[in-house]
């Protein structure tokens, strides 16, 4: 291993690891070594379109099966963006040859097989995150210090998001998204989850006690949009919607007994070297026989880029892992239990959704 | 009467009948001629207090009685802020007495009850409307021009809303609000009713086909705070929460599949001449290996006050109530049945969160 640098592969070469190529390239920490697919042209293909942003780089080696990137003795970790249907064997496969693996999410089709692919991954000693960016962005640590400050939203007691697109006629006919045996959640899955795992991260990754979901629409088989509401001890609610039938929206609210906090892109941050929130409250006044309500409005903005930069959450979510990994010899068991605490959370949604909408107590 | 004027009496000197005073003196077609207590010095001690804002009108007759009130010849209509729990009585009573009536929300502590006081005002010839002030700001109109353009919001498929204040301990130990016998629905009448309004006016006043609710808090017997799910026909599906125990939020998103629709003040537009609204939506660009999300957000501003002022929407409704019935033998037969569909639905989220979220059938 060269000295200060982890060793990447990438298993499939699929849309969202041509942006987890650039994060690998600008983390600092991480080289990209070999990209497989179970077609070699492609995974050239896949090649010669990132290096087009890097010429100047040493290209990384085209493997055309799974199997041969997990042989190679120079790769020390993988990320894994294959559909949640076929991931569970590569996971397996992966964490046997030892190597460390990010997991784009959902990570499994459900809380059992993730159980076993994160009980193997503890078995060989390799460390498992999923792929969620945001939790590697400057801005949520900022967010929390606001949720901490006591003045600002004071008890948290309620989390409402929504994250959503606008499925193309293309996207309905071809994309896995929608195709139930390789990606058997849905919206649920790849846009739901990051609601889920945004009201634990907000709920100090504690296990709702009650989860109920409602499906609003399907399609081919997997839910297409979805309402879910999920309930804690100690009077924290969360409510959530995602879908692929609406326009781009990817907003939260954290509302609690003194203020709420608003951020309009939780999950992909807008362009620009600032991400930001909004810390908001209103106040009530009596003026003779009328009264009023004046907004009071802060504008929070952190240093970082949203995306697409070396301060980026994509990047850091890879320079984090490399980290670790490179740090310690053993793995940070706090990541997979995020990954898997949300599975279960969207597994009861599920469930929820699937028997009308009656409450389910995800398995702890 | 005198020609053009409607004559009003408030039948209980609530807090908000100290808004509605100014509102009737705003609207340039009512005169406020009574105002009844039970006890004469309290209705004395509030004309006096309301008086103060306007020295040189002449002032309202103070009544120490409500049937006092409707056997006086010179009342047209009455305004009821009378607590939920004993309202019923009153609205009846009132309608006997050919009286039209504005009465505060939530009208009955059940649908059975607003039916009765509904048959009784069509019985009697006498228009009936509920209190809510945001139907008749120019702002709502603007908003359905936007949700009907196609292009801002497209399709609307989901209405999420919140409207929230923190009760003081005060509120708690003495308000009305929060005690079963006067205001049964708690949180769910004096703020879910403006949500599960507000979702029906941008569903086109149909009724929802499914309800769940969820009760998070409860104070006295009464929701203190709940979330409510209501699922339309045509793929509409709306979303809310309220609660006595967060601090101020009223916003609402129009989500829909072209763009959304957000208003941060739905219920009590913020002081100013004008009141807005933003319409939002997000393009998704790929830029080599990275992408980005970028935002469109175009602010309308609608002319005409937010409170306390000529083209205010609580001047509006007693303008608009009085023009109908100075106008018109016949009421209005879409007010009731405004006001009775959203006690439909209340009563359904009520019943829904008594029974631990069990999906409940409005009665149509």
Redesign the interface.
């Known amino acids: 291993m060269k000295a200060g640098q982890l060793r990447w592969g990438i298993l499939g070469p699929a849309n969202i690891a041509?942006?987890n190529?650039?994060a690998i390239r600008l983390s600092g920490n991480g080289t990209l070594v070999a990209v497989a697919s179970r077609h070699l042209a492609r995974a050239q293909a896949f090649i010669a379109?990132?290096q087009?942003?890097a010429p100047f780089d040493p290209a990384p080696r085209a493997l055309g099966s799974y199997a041969e990137l997990l042989a190679s003795a120079d790769v020390d970790a993988v990320y894994i963006p294959l559909p949640t249907g076929v991931r569970k064997e590569w996971v397996l496969r992966a964490a046997a040859a030892g190597k460390h693996i990010v997991c784009e999410k959902p990570c499994a089709p459900n809380a059992a097989d993730l159980r076993e692919m994160l009980v193997a991954c503890a078995h060989h000693r390799v460390q498992f995150m999923d792929g969620v960016m945001f939790r590697h962005g400057a801005r949520l640590a900022r967010m929390r210090t606001a949720l901490d400050d006591t003045g600002s939203v004071?008890q948290l007691?309620?989390v409402?998001s929504?994250f959503?697109?606008?499925g193309s006629p293309e996207f309905f006919r071809g994309n896995i998204r929608t195709q139930a045996a390789l990606e058997p959640l849905g919206c649920l899955g790849d846009l739901g989850w990051y609601c889920v795992q945004f009201a634990l991260w907000a709920a100090g990754w504690r296990l709702p006690r009650e989860v109920?979901g409602?499906l609003?629409?399907t399609h081919g088989g997997v839910p297409a949009?979805l309402?879910g509401?999920l309930?804690f001890d100690d009077?924290l609610?969360a409510?959530f919607?995602c879908?692929f039938?609406?326009?781009?929206?990817?907003?939260a609210?954290l509302?609690?007994?003194?203020?709420?906090l608003r951020v309009?892109?939780f999950v992909?941050?807008?362009?620009g070297d600032k991400t930001e929130f909004e810390l908001?409250?209103?106040?009530?006044r009596r003026?003779?026989?009328?009264?009023?309500?004046?907004?009071r409005v802060r504008r929070v903005s952190v240093d970082g880029h949203?995306?697409?930069h070396a301060t980026a959450p994509e990047t850091n979510l890879f320079r984090n892992f490399a980290a670790q990994v490179l740090r310690c010899s053993a793995p940070n068991e706090s990541w997979p239990d995020i990954a898997l605490k949300t599975q279960q959370v969207v597994d009861s949604c599920l469930t929820s959704a699937r028997a009308?909408?009656?409450?389910v107590m995800p398995a702890g």
């Open positions: 041509r942006r190529w650039l379109e990132c087009a942003d004071g007691r309620r409402t929504s959503t697109f606008a109920t409602r609003l629409a949009e309402s509401e309930v009077q609610s409510g919607d879908s039938l609406r326009a781009n929206q990817q907003w609210y509302a609690g007994t003194e203020g709420a309009d892109d992909l941050p807008f362009a908001r409250s209103a106040e009530f003026c003779g026989c009328d009264f009023r309500m004046e907004p949203g995306h697409g009308g909408g009656r409450p």
